[in-house]
């Protein structure tokens, strides 16, 4: 079963540090991953994505490091700020055709950065 | 608001109603996606419309009903449903079936509640 593991479950992080949220997928047809930010009362928006040609992609204080050998990856936020308090959620598909439609997720994390 | 309207925002329902979830885009999209997210378990894939057509089913019990009439308006029809069929059920769309770089659009979602 195409699975996608997240870590942590649950993150707090003091306001200027570097949050750091991982995830390992089985599939290696998967070709495109990308990263939802969740607030409350509301539904996942794209932040970020990435695809296995490249190692690492940056946004602004969004960082996503890539390890195709290891099927990795991970978001780094970058000096966070308590509007990044957020629940993140990894996710990977087949961008390139083939296998199922839709997104496979990630159970998400809580992150809290503390002013 | 993103794009995609789902309406209601909150519903409790007994397990003998029938109720109906309806989604809404004005992007232009071509697919449109049932998730269901439950508390500490992955955004779950329910089902795919592609150009109206149904493309995936992911195992979903017969109680939950899609309809896609046209490529704007997405409905979940209920009936008989169980408690643990409690969440937060999320109606997304994209330009296609295959993921983009622009992502999924995801709306508020509705809150259901079977007692």
Redesign the interface.
Known sequence: QQQ?K?SP?SLIVQKGGISIINCAYENTAFD?F?W?QQFP??????LI?IRPDVSEKKEGRFTISFNKSAKQFSLHIMDSQPGDSATY?CAA?????GG?????????THLIIQP | E?G?TQTPRHLVMGMTNKKSLKCEQHLGHN?M?WYKQSA????E?MF?Y?FKEQ??NNSVPSRFSPECPNSSHLFLHLHTLQPEDSALY?C?SSQD????????T????TRLTVV
């Open positions: 996608v997240q479950q495109y990308p939802y009362g509301k539904g996942p928006a794209l994505a959620f598909s087949q961008y390139s055709g199922a439609d839709g997104l496979t997720f990630g159970k998400g | 993103t995609v697919a996606y500490k378990k992955p955004l894939l795919v592609n493309t995936e999320l997304a079936r295959r993921a983009s770089w622009v992502g999924y995801f709306g508020s979602g």
